[in-house]
């Protein structure tokens, strides 16, 4: 099959002001104390202003495993060499691949603050939750696709892959074109708050699988 | 017949999907079309003719992905691409009546400031593409599926600067009815028919049912030729295949009606085939045809809409200038780009439209400058700016990178200037301000400054530039220096408006020059100009008595709609109001301590230990204002204050949002103290110089930033390279600044090769450096094995480093 949008409703995402609060450091702090509590109210408000910007745009493609070995996989004539990833995908004859983005505007958002270091950490935080949000949607849509839960997602840049092959998955993708997300020169992605993964099928339900 | 006269005459039938057809005969998901030209050019030359049988009159050469950033031999694919495209015509014996042309697609990469590639590299790589294809006499290029302003513009500049070829150009519009960088259609409209362009339009991401309001909102302001290529609908997944859920002929009646609405060029793009070419060539047969009638609009835009002049008054706000302002000359002088961002951004939020940026200081290299602050402004307000220069290279630097239409601050009646900015105007598009000032100065009759406005508007249409795009400052001049110059002005903007149905724009505080009360006389003129038609004012929007006076006019001059802006914004203007909210300010954040003992100086220290900035500024203030000695708050009220943080937070008995509250507020009382330091400005960085970088590979960088912060806090200056950081780039920085420390962050275990190698980097080239490093990913082990100095594990532990090692 080819690379597919992956329509994403706004309205439907929710980002938890939990997530913010840990992104932002929160979790150990005396959560009484005047300033946590400002704290808290401060990254209530980044994430409102998150909410109000993001422009979730997601895509994917569904593909078999090519080829593996025990420390590599083959996808789309990709070739991901990661020991851990070849053995969370075990159990699947096929994968999705996926990228998620929140979209430029939380990055112009995030940079606006550059004149407050809370807030530009806070506005952080908050746009770091919303493409987790958006990951657990993309998630949630595929594993429905494929009528069964997925392997744990796995991105470039952990467990030993390296983010080289990001250009290679933003292509399958058509992610340039489909959400808008490009590559860098250090394989980075922009919008900066943008995610790609990939979720091993297994072939029988229950067979999934997770990292650790 | 060329493409241009043809599309004068007849309406012209783009092809379709080229992905979609490839894939159904083989084409592999990753696997370049564009490849196919030279490997299969028959399969390519086969998909060609079906859609020109199909009724095609405009053939895209196979090269939307034949960029030199993605294949070495692309000019190679361009050239056989091309003439794959001619031997379909031929071979479909429509030679004559079809067209080829040179199809370019997005580079793949981001511009920046929202990405990292470089504005001219853009416009070099696209440039490739061009020349490439020029030998080969394509005969028009189209630019396409572009969904961001500023790559556009960057193709379109390639496109007209390498070749001579008409240029039409396709924007995708998500289903918000912007590009995902955020541009409106009307934002598109402006910056492309100032660019020239030979046609417009829209492909692509929407069904053709959601792109009719769209095409609706652009046909009412173009007077461009109108291109749309959709999609068969939207695409979804059916046993494992893609399909898209508008079929031939619901597409076809979509593309009547678009017909109706007057759109010239149409096609389809992905999931359509020649199949849906023939029915909604077939469908449109009896729609009648002609070009879009020409427009009288004015707009200017950014990058993400479009303001229109002649409806109500525009407000340009005036304070990115030097003229008369210390504390902006040594923003300037200081390379302090944030001051200058943030008066923008004030501005923005006290309602201005537009943005004027001056920065022309005789002692700084004023087009970098420019360049510098133009990119730096449109990264973090959307508001159209007015490029404000008497500098020829400082304008075209602005005017190149700028991502929309802005206005152009100016042409006189002088041929010399003319000469210089006419023709940059021409290329770049924008709207010009022309000032009434003559060879021999400023006239002091109406009839004078009329003339020259005439004039003005004469010569810019011998450069092609239509009246709509000129706008008239007939200047206001000090009523002080002369009685009547107030009428004067006045009779002037009621002349251009009445009779010659122009724009025009005044430096309105110009007037009270050399009086007091300045803003009492502002305001008072600001609704005289109003009344007599003054399409924009040039004022400082954080003037109450102006703003008042500019709210008030468009209320009663029905301009303000329901009252909206009024009731919006009114309530800024209430000085009681805002008084009141001071000591509400202070009165929510009580302290035991302070009501027993108002010792100022102690009253700042807990302001910062408690986190609260407003309250720490306003102290500072105080303090200052009552003469204490700057060196001696620092001494004994801020660095006290952050030490009791740092300590409790080491101690942990405080966490990361007290560390990062106390050191924001610190920062607040800092900036007030310096702001007041004579000549002095920088003496708190006597902490000495560290470099701080997130490693190249790793984009992760909240925790470089909060160490950046608290460093900062405790006198040290911070350059902060950013993320994604080249070792050579730091090794660089260290030399520069001379900087003894460095300070390295990396989160994933993939980039932690990169940070070995800047710590080798930094050993052989800048010896005796030391270098500290943190991160999800390190530890005191890992640290030591990559031969680091120190591993910090928090930002109190990285200041206490340096305190060691600096201090």
Redesign the interface.
């Known amino acids: ?5 992956l ?1 994403i409703e706004k309205e439907n995402i929710e980002i938890p002001l939990k997530d913010v609060l840990i ?4 979790r ?3 959560k009484d ?4 509590k ?2 808290k109210t401060r990254a209530g408000d980044a994430l409102s202003k998150i909410k109000q910007v993001f ?1 979730p ?1 997601a895509c994917f ?3 078999d495993i090519e080829k593996r070995g025990e420390d590599f996989v083959e996808i ?3 070739r991901l060499e990661s020991k851990p990833l070849s053995e969370l995908l075990s159990p699947c004859k096929e994968v999705f691949l996926f990228a998620v983005t929140a ?3 939380v ?2 958002e995030i ?2 603050m ?5 807030d ?2 806070l506005y ?2 908050a746009g770091s939750a919303a493409a987790e949000a958006l990951c657990d949607e993309a998630e949630r849509q595929l594993s429905s ?1 494929a009528g069964k839960k997925l392997c744990q997602r796995f991105s470039p ?7 080289d092959c990001q250009g ?1 998955f ?3 993708l058509e992610a ?2 489909r ?2 997300i ?11 708050k943008s995610v790609t993964a990939i979720l091993g099928i297994p072939e029988r339900e229950g067979e999934e699988r997770t990292l650790y | 017949m060329n493409i241009l006269d043809a599309i004068k005459e007849r309406r012209l039938f783009c092809d379709g999907g080229t992905g979609t057809y490839l894939q159904a005969r083989g084409l592999k998901p990753g696997e370049p079309p564009d490849l196919w030209n030279l490997s299969k050019p028959d399969e390519i030359i086969g998909m060609h003719k079906a859609y020109l049988v199909a009724g095609s009159d405009i053939i895209a050469a196979n090269t939307f992905s034949a960029s030199p950033l993605r294949f070495e031999n692309y000019e190679e694919i361009i050239a056989a691409a091309i003439k794959n495209a001619r031997l379909a015509i031929e071979e479909a014996g429509k030679e004559g009546e079809a067209f080829v042309v040179l199809d370019i697609g997005p580079s793949g990469r981001m511009l920046e400031p929202l990405g990292d590639f470089p504005f001219e590299e853009a416009v070099e790589t696209f440039a490739k593409i061009v020349r490439a294809a020029v030998p080969y006499s394509p005969d028009a290029i189209l630019i396409e599926t572009m969904n961001d302003s500023l790559e556009t513009k960057a193709a379109v500049l390639a496109a007209k600067e390498n070749s001579s070829l008409p240029v039409f150009v396709t924007n995708v519009y998500d289903e918000n009815g912007t590009l995902m960088t955020g541009a409106s259609p009307e934002a598109m409209v402006a910056m492309l028919e100032g660019l020239s362009v030979d046609a417009l339009g829209m492909n692509c991401s929407l069904g053709p049912k959601q792109m009719i309001p769209l095409v609706e909102r652009i046909m009412k302001i173009t007077s461009t030729p109108v291109i749309v290529n959709p999609n068969a609908g939207l695409p979804r997944t059916e046993d494992g295949k893609t399909v898209y859920d508008v079929g031939e002929d619901e597409f076809a009646s979509c593309m009547k009606e678009m017909a109706s609405l007057g759109v010239n060029i149409m096609g389809g793009c992905c999931g359509t085939t020649p199949e849906y070419i023939r029915k909604e060539r077939e469908a449109v047969s009896d729609v009648p045809y002609s070009l879009p009638a020409k427009k009288d609009i004015t707009m200017v835009s950014s990058f993400t809409h479009a303001v229109f002049f002649g409806e109500r008054t525009i407000l340009i706000g005036e304070r990115i200038n030097p003229t008369g302002k210390k504390r902006f000359k040594q923003a300037l002088l200081t390379h302090d780009i944030n001051y200058i961002l943030e008066e923008g951004l004030s501005q923005q939020k006290a309602g201005a439209d537009i943005l004027d940026v001056n920065v022309g200081l005789p002692e700084i290299d004023e087009p970098s400058m420019m360049k510098e602050v133009v990119s730096e402004l449109q990264a973090i307000s959307d508001l159209p700016l007015q490029i404000d220069t008497g500098d020829e290279k400082a304008l075209e630097n602005a005017l190149r990178i700028y991502n929309g239409k802005p206005m152009i601050n100016s042409v006189n009646g002088r041929k010399e200037i003319q000469d210089k900015v006419f023709p940059l105007a021409k290329k770049y598009g924008g709207l010009i301000v022309g000032l009434t000032i003559g060879e021999s100065g400023v006239p002091e009759t109406v009839e004078e400054r009329f003339e020259i406005a005439r004039k003005i508007y004469e010569r810019a249409a011998e450069y092609g530039i239509e009246k709509k795009n000129i706008i008239i400052d007939p200047l206001a001049m000090a009523v002080s220096a002369n009685d009547g110059s107030g009428l004067v002005t006045l009779e002037t903007v009621r002349r251009i408006h009445d009779e010659l149905h122009g724009l025009t724009s005044l430096g309105v505080s110009n007037i009270s020059f050399g009086l007091p009360e300045r803003s009492t006389l502002n305001s008072a003129f600001l609704l005289m100009t109003m009344t007599a038609g003054l399409s924009a004012a040039i004022m400082n929007p954080f003037s109450a008595d102006m703003m008042r006076a500019f709210l008030s006019f468009n209320v009663l001059s029905g301009k303000d709609k329901n009252c909206a802006g009024f009731l919006e914004r009114i309530g800024d203007y209430q000085i009681e109001a805002s008084e009141q909210k001071v000591i509400k300010d202070s009165e929510s954040h009580p302290s035991k301590e302070e009501t027993k003992d108002d010792d100022p100086v102690f009253a700042l220290s807990s302001a910062i230990e408690r986190g609260l900035k407003e309250r720490a500024a306003d102290i500072a203030k105080r303090l200052i204002s009552e003469g204490t000695d700057p060196i001696l708050i620092v001494n004994n009220a801020v660095i006290p204050a952050l030490n009791n943080v740092g300590e409790g937070f080491e101690k942990k008995k405080l966490f990361l949002p007290n560390l990062l509250m106390a050191s924001e507020a610190a920062q607040a009382a800092f900036s007030v103290i310096k702001e007041n330091m004579k000549g002095k400005d920088g003496g708190f960085d006597e902490g000495g110089k560290i470099v701080i970088a997130t490693v190249k590979g790793d984009v992760h960088d909240i925790g470089k930033n909060i160490v950046k912060v608290i460093l900062e806090n405790y006198g040290f200056s911070v350059t902060d390279l950013g993320k994604d950081v080249p070792p050579e780039r730091v090794v660089c920085a260290v030399k520069e600044t001379g900087a003894r420390l460095v300070g390295l962050s990396a989160l994933m275990t993939t980039t932690v090769p990169a940070m070995e190698e800047t710590i080798k980097k930094l050993h052989e080239e800048t010896p005796g450096v030391k270098i500290m490093v943190g991160g999800a990913v390190m530890n005191e082990e890992y640290a030591a094995m990559i031969k680091a100095d120190f591993y910090g594990r928090d930002a109190m532990a990285s200041v206490r480093y340096a305190e060691e090692v600096l201090r």
Request: charged share 20%; net charge positive; proline share 6%.
């Open positions: 099959m080819t690379a597919t949008t329509l992104f932002a450091g929160y150990t702090c005396d104390s005047p300033v946590s400002e704290y422009t745009k493609i569904r593909s789309l004539g990709m979209g430029p505007f990055d112009r940079s606006k550059r004149f407050s270091p809370v530009e950490i952080d935080a696709l840049g952990y467990s030993g892959l390296s983010i290679d933003l292509r399958l340039g074109k959400a808008g490009c590559l860098t020169k250090g394989n980075m992605m922009a919008p900066l």
